[in-house]
């Protein structure tokens, strides 16, 4: 199973870009790159995911290298509500969607 | 609304009882799953369930046991032989093939005293 690495924790300026990387340079031809974030004593929320090519929705954007073995989430506009804990995840397996959860990035934005 | 709903929010037992955490979805989907969360930590698998009437073990399951009955309920009980079972357990759902997301429920906070 592929795992991920990502720094412990960012700081980042309301409205400005947040750019999260993360390293996944075992992950395997079917696997996709998941991220969701957690803010404090809540359940995770699922952000985007993509296989291969990059992604965009009206959350963030996920740019895949093209060797598939790094991704950066970015959050454009970054708000105070965007404070959370943000997990890289890459799936576990072709047929389910068993995820496995690191520890994340701490994302802090401030005013 | 649809979503997953997780109930009680906070739980307190004590030590030597077996307790059973509800975790409900209308949202149609195959697949549940359970996760146990320590503070400062990621999610950690228990247990899932791809299809009614079948579940596997997740990374965690020991001193854990769970049924599906329904397509819409998935709950957990947390029994005696757990030895650590003050946690944050969450519940999840989706379609069930890869590629889409988990939808997660708040989340029980269990306390065993």
């Known amino acids: 199973d592929a795992k991920t690495t990502q720094p412990p924790s960012m700081d980042c300026a309301e409205g400005r870009a947040a750019n999260l990387p993360c390293n996944h340079s075992t992950i395997s031809g079917n696997e996709y790159v998941y991220w969701y974030r957690q803010i404090h004593s809540q359940g995770p929320q699922y952000i985007i995911h993509?296989?291969?090519n990059n992604e965009t929705n009206e959350m963030a954007s996920l740019i895949i290298t093209e060797d598939r073995k790094s991704s950066t989430l970015i959050l454009p506009h970054a708000t105070l509500r965007d404070t959370a804990v943000y997990y890289c995840?890459?799936?576990?397996?072709?047929?389910?969607?068993?995820?496995?959860f690191g520890t994340g990035t701490r994302l802090q934005v401030f005013p | 609304d649809g979503g997953i709903t997780q109930s009680p929010k906070y739980l307190f037992r004590k030590e030597g009882q077996n307790v059973t955490l509800s975790c409900e979805q209308n949202l149609n989907h195959d697949a549940m799953y359970w996760y146990r969360q320590d503070p400062g930590q990621g999610l950690r698998l228990i247990y899932y369930?791809?299809?009614?009437?079948?579940?596997q073990k997740g990374d965690i399951a020991e001193g854990y046991s769970v049924s599906r009955e329904k397509k819409e309920s998935f709950p957990l009980t947390v029994t005696s032989a757990q030895k650590n079972p003050t946690a944050f357990y969450l519940c999840?759902?989706?379609?069930?093939?890869?590629?889409?997301?988990?939808?997660f429920g708040p989340g029980t906070r269990l306390t065993v005293l």
């Open positions: 993509g296989l291969k």
């Open positions: 369930s791809q299809i009614v009437n079948d579940f």
């Open positions: 999840a759902s989706s379609i069930g093939q890869a590629g889409n997301e988990q939808f």
């Open positions: 995840i890459v799936s576990r397996s072709y047929n389910t969607d068993k995820l496995i």
